[in-house]
């Protein structure tokens, strides 16, 4: 009830139904059109766009999920996932609220971070408790100040490169004294059966570790000031968040004994542990803003049971917030915890946040059955891997386009064929069979030259198809009918 009386503030802006999206997605296409007859110096970036597609990125719903996680989770400040999207104006829009840090995983996410936040490296947390000799040292170089880690081989290596770059400013002649080794985040393992992506078995410290691990860091001269934990991507079971959250607490527990023992055995002044991470793994959908409805919306239309049981199968990011909302207050409560807690949402910042739209270049119609084929240039080895990873399905929206020979300008068309559905399948670019992007989808007539929208397209799609993240992205920043790109 809390959350419902916020959310005429909390909403402003409401994504777009299916008929609104085409329309942003036909004005898009449209101005790039324009620009391409009336601007002899077109970046090829715009022609590519016009040819094989583009991504369009809303950055008002990344705004909004902003605002609506700090309804949801007031006490969890969110440091985003870069790896899930490591878009630079999905960035710099996050890094405009001192509210929101980033998680980062690589280098160059590192950089991005601290070039969307002013510098401030208190705002990224280096959450691969993995990473190459060479990688640690540049994040020593950055100066980032805390960072995971799941082992002594790491903790050792960690050690190791810091002394190094001390020996070298001391060398050099610079400035050393003030410099602390970064502070360790314990990530450990918990129960992460339920997500569609589990991370346990390749990340995390079994809980019977930590004491070990915790002694391990010490006796290195490294600090060790929180846990982590990460319930899997894309989770659907609220109660994991509860459940890893008590283990977390035991693992906390256990490190600030160490800490006591520690400090009376050597007389330091470690502090109690201050930092829980509860890692990312929310879904998409927020659960309480207009996202469902949108979702609803695209499912009736398309006669397609896509979005069908959306609830019931997703935990939204607003059910597990009523889980762990609570929780964390009778766990670390406010008024007497040292406890920071924090987060790394990935795909609920963006996944609702771009769609992907694509230019079909061939088409083929079964004269008997009329079932037909269409070619578009991004395949299950792009942007649509999740079709072959985890048996995602993907319906798109068809705009279907008009261009008038003479002028050149496009019109949308309502309907073909008296509006009648065609069996069609879309396949991508590659010569590999399995290449399919949609199988078996109803849609009206299509032609070359049309366009098929993709919802829900910006998690883990750009920054995992290496090969195409030159994929050009067209921004809309203001009202409706205002767009900006910033190349
Ligand atoms: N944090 C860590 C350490 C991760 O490994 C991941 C995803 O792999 C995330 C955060 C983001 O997860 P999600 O996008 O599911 O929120």
Known sequence: EDLASHLPHAFEVLPPSCDTLSKTVFHQIQSLKQQCSTNSSLSSKDEDALDDGFML???????????????????????????????????????LSPACGFDCASISEIKLALSSTGGNRKRCVYANPQRARADLE????????????????????????????IEEL????????????????????????????????????????????????????????????????GCHDAEAYGTAIRIAKGAID?????????????????EPCCVLDIGGGYSGVDGIGGDLDRFTAISNDMNEPRFEGTTDEDETAYKVSTVVTPLVEELFPNDSSPIHIISEPGRYFVEAAFVYCARIYSAKVEKETGFRTYYISQGVQGLFKDVLL???????IPLMVEEDDNSGTISMVNERSNGTLY????????????????????????????????????AYTLSIAARDSSLPVRYILGGEGHVERDD
């Not at 589990?198 to 809980?207: M, Q, R, V, W, Y």
């Not at 256990?254 to 470690?270: H, L, T």
């Not at 032609?447 to 929208?453: E, N, S, V, Y």
């Open 138 to 165: 540049q994040s020593i170089k950055l100066g980032i100040g805390s960072m995971t880690f799941d082992g002594i081989e790491e903790l050792q290596k960690i050690r190791e490169v810091f002394d190094n770059h």
């Open 57 to 95: 990125c809303d950055l008002k719903i990344v705004q909004r999920k902003l605002k609506a996680w700090h309804l949801m989770f007031p006490r969890i400040k969110p440091f985003m996932a870069l790896k899930c999207n490591p878009d630079q104006n999905v960035a710099h829009t996050l890094g």
């Open 423 to 458: 069996e069609s399948t879309i396949f991508g670019p590659s010569g590999e069979s399995f290449d399919v992007v949609c199988k078996s989808c109803q849609l009206p007539e299509m032609k070359i030259g049309d366009w098929l929208i993709f919802d829900r397209m910006g």
């Open 390 to 396: 985890c048996d995602e399905i993907f319906i798109p």
């Open 254 to 270: 256990i490190i600030d004994s160490v800490i006591v023992r520690y400090n009376e055995m050597d007389g330091k002044k470690r």
């Open 170 to 233: 001391k060398e050099n002649g610079e400035e050393y004294e003030s410099l602390e080794p970064p502070q360790m985040i314990l990530r450990i393992v918990v129960p992460d059966g339920h997500s569609t992506v589990p991370l346990g078995e390749k990340f995390g410290a079994s809980p019977d570790r930590v004491e070990l691990l915790t002694e391990k860091a010490f006796d290195l001269g490294l600090d060790v000031v929180g846990v982590s934990f990460h319930c899997g991507s």
